[in-house]
Antibody, heavy 115, light 108 residues
Framework: QVHLVESGGGLVKPGGSLRLSCVASGFAFSDYYMSWIRQAPGKGLEWVSYIHSRSSYTDYADSVEGRFTISRDNAKNSLYLQMNSLRVDDTAVYYC????????WGQGTLVIVSS | EIVLTQSPGTLSLSPGERASLSCRASQSVASSYLAWYQQKPGQAPRLLIYGASSRATDIPDRFTGSGSGTDFTLTISRLEPEDFAVYYCQQYGSSPFTFGPGTKVDIK
């Protein structure tokens, strides 16, 4: 059974940093693209970033380009999102998901950027 | 970047009625790489349709996806009480893999 479990969210001041993690189980992690998607409180879904299965290619939404870095450790079945220079409008629930579209999502981790 | 527009913003219907949700893309979606999700409050999105018209695992056949190019539709043939939710389309043919703003289907 596929499971994705995010962690690392919390309260951070504007300009600060956080690193989100997502641990995967129940499938061959190294065979799949992985994505981060976020949802601000009361708002819609926003695709943030994805990484190729072998980490050779990554891409980002314009809103996070240059501030966020996606990475993965296939040996640990883990996906990461390093978030720097955080802004108030980065406040959201961050989901990891398998693939470019996905039947499998984590439960999400809440990031609050506030002074 | 492909911009997705969903209409209507809100659809007020009664159980048993038919729902038709539209998703329009600012440019052609490659290979009909268009997905539909359902989201209920406090839950992660649930994949309904991928490849514009393929139902995901365990999705009831009252959910049908159609369309190609720039115009896509999600049809719910007869609304069940559990279908009242927000629906999002997503294109995954070209990065960034954008989502539409959503259509809320609520009870009339």
């Amino acid at each position: 059974q596929v499971h994705l479990v995010e962690s690392g969210g919390g309260l951070v001041k504007p300009g600060g940093s956080l690193r989100l993690s997502c641990v995967a189980s129940g499938f061959a992690f190294s065979d799949y693209y992985m994505s981060w998607i976020r949802q601000a409180p009361g708002k819609g879904l926003e695709w943030v970033s994805y990484i190729h299965s072998r980490s050779s290619y990554t891409d980002y939404a314009d809103s996070v380009e240059g501030r966020f870095t996606i990475s993965r450790d296939n040996a640990k079945n883990s996906l990461y999102l390093q978030m720097n220079s955080l802004r108030v409008d980065d406040t959201a629930v961050y989901y990891c998901a398998r693939g470019r579209y996905s039947p499998y999502w984590g439960q999400g981790t809440l990031v609050i950027v506030s002074s | 970047e492909i911009v997705l527009t969903q209409s209507p913003g809100t659809l007020s219907l009664s159980p048993g009625e038919r729902a038709s949700l539209s998703c329009r893309a600012s440019q052609s979606v490659a290979s009909s790489y268009l997905a539909w999700y359902q989201q209920k409050p406090g839950q992660a999105p649930r994949l309904l349709i991928y490849g514009a018209s393929s139902r995901a695992t365990d999705i009831p056949d009252r959910f049908t996806g159609s369309g190609s190019g720039t115009d896509f539709t999600l049809t719910i043939s007869r609304l069940e009480p559990e279908d009242f939710a927000v629906y999002y389309c997503q294109q995954y043919g070209s990065s960034p893999f954008t989502f539409g703003p959503g259509t809320k289907v609520d009870i009339k």
